[in-house]
């Protein structure tokens, strides 16, 4: 059964948030303007003046509603998704999947140039029915009843799109986890998965680097995550403990998803909002409160642990779907050369963009249309 759906948070929630982000016990710090220990002092408290005085979320609230928004039920959880039914004769369904922290407000506005291309100067042939679901346990969609990784979303959205919705056959596409969750829909789902678009590497071949440019790749690699790995670890071991503290504080919530934002997006002079609006910001930051999902959305970590990690299983052997990669320049790890991705996929259409980071849909939206259009037309 599939339900209509709109997002309608009560004003009490709404009161709550924005209480305890007036009362935040700010303290005095050492701070140097930067963003070196992590997200900027200065900044926050800048962006949370803005959130309390002239944040509207009542005007996200309504461009989510703007799209026709359902839930059904997969595998016993509840899954929220938009779906825009596309212009044109015959439009490919494309399944487009967010990660974290982000939500589906990173699609908002890329929703109707790829379902109506036509409106925007474009062909209205290459137009796609375009579904786009909150993950297990993100946003609007229900949790499950235990930490689930990747591979396990991957059957739920493949379930989703076949049984649910009824079609054939989908293209999707996805970042961070979306890309993962791609990949084991091409791994395991071939079948009713016939191509995938990808602009973050997440899995790993599980023979490793074989020549001498992946394997200095795979330490360059190593020595960025020193520095990167502290919030994956923790989520992926101990989520449960951090949620205790985030489940009681926007400004934390804010603070621990802003300073990913900064750091994997293609910024100019260092400046966030050189890239992102405080609307963008706190809208998808909004998302994870008004629905109370932190917590669960931090269960994928754990979930992807369980399932192996990075790595595909050792009898692996190289994906035949054809696959699509647009390469961002600031993506939040380096991509490893282009061999390496080879031995994993059947390389279809590859693009290296001259601008951009993790956050392609909202940091390049124009570039990220193009190319999955692009990459359609190759494989229709």
């Known amino acids: 059964m599939i339900n209509p ?12 948030i924005y209480a305890k982000v007036k009362k935040y016990p700010w303290h005095e710090m050492p701070d140097d303007g930067g963003w070196e220990y992590g997200t900027n002092l200065d900044y926050m408290k800048e962006i949370t003046n803005y959130w309390v005085s002239d944040f509207d979320w009542r005007k996200h609230e309504a461009h989510i509603n703007k799209f026709p928004n359902f839930k059904t039920e997969v595998n016993d959880i509840e899954i929220h998704f938009i779906i825009e039914k596309g212009s044109g004769s015959n439009p490919m369904p494309l399944l487009l999947m967010h990660g974290w922290p982000g939500s589906i407000v990173e699609f908002l506005h890329i929703i109707e140039k790829l379902a109506h291309p036509e409106q925007f100067g474009g062909n209205k042939e290459d137009a796609f029915d375009v579904i786009v679901p909150s993950l297990p346990g993100f946003g609007f969609s229900g949790r499950p009843s235990r930490p689930i990784g990747p591979r396990k979303i991957a059957d739920i959205f493949n379930k989703l799109i076949i049984e649910n919705l009824n079609y054939e056959s989908y293209l999707a596409q996805g970042g961070d986890w979306g890309a993962a969750i791609a990949n084991w829909l091409a791994y395991d789902h071939s079948k009713t998965c016939k191509a995938i678009h990808i602009n973050c590497l997440t899995m790993r071949h599980p023979d490793g680097p074989q020549t001498k440019e992946e394997k200095d790749w795979q330490i360059r690699f190593d020595k960025d995550q020193i520095m990167q790995d502290g919030y994956r670890t923790q989520q992926a071991t101990k989520p449960q403990t951090l949620s205790y ?6 400004v934390g919530v804010a603070a621990w998803i802003l300073e990913k934002m900064h750091s994997w997006s293609d910024l100019k002079n260092n400046e966030i909002e050189s890239v ?31 399932e192996g990690g990075r790595l595909f299983p050792k009898n692996f052997k190289k994906i035949k779907t054809p696959t699509g990669v647009a390469v961002f320049p600031s993506e939040m790890s380096e991509w490893p050369p282009r061999s390496y991705v080879d031995r994993i996929f059947n390389i279809k259409h590859w693009t290296e963009m001259s601008s951009g980071g993790h956050f392609a849909a909202m940091e390049e939206p124009d570039k990220l249309v193009n190319d999955i259009v692009k990459f359609a037309k190759a494989i229709r």
């Open 245 to 250: 503290a985030m489940m009681d504080s926007p």
């Open 276 to 306: 992102f609006s405080k609307d963008t910001l706190l809208s998808n930051i909004m998302v994870y409160l008004v629905t109370q999902s932190f917590n669960t959305a931090s269960w994928i970590y754990y979930g992807r642990r369980e």
């Open 5 to 16: 759906f709109k997002v309608n948070i009560s004003n009490q929630v709404l009161d709550s």
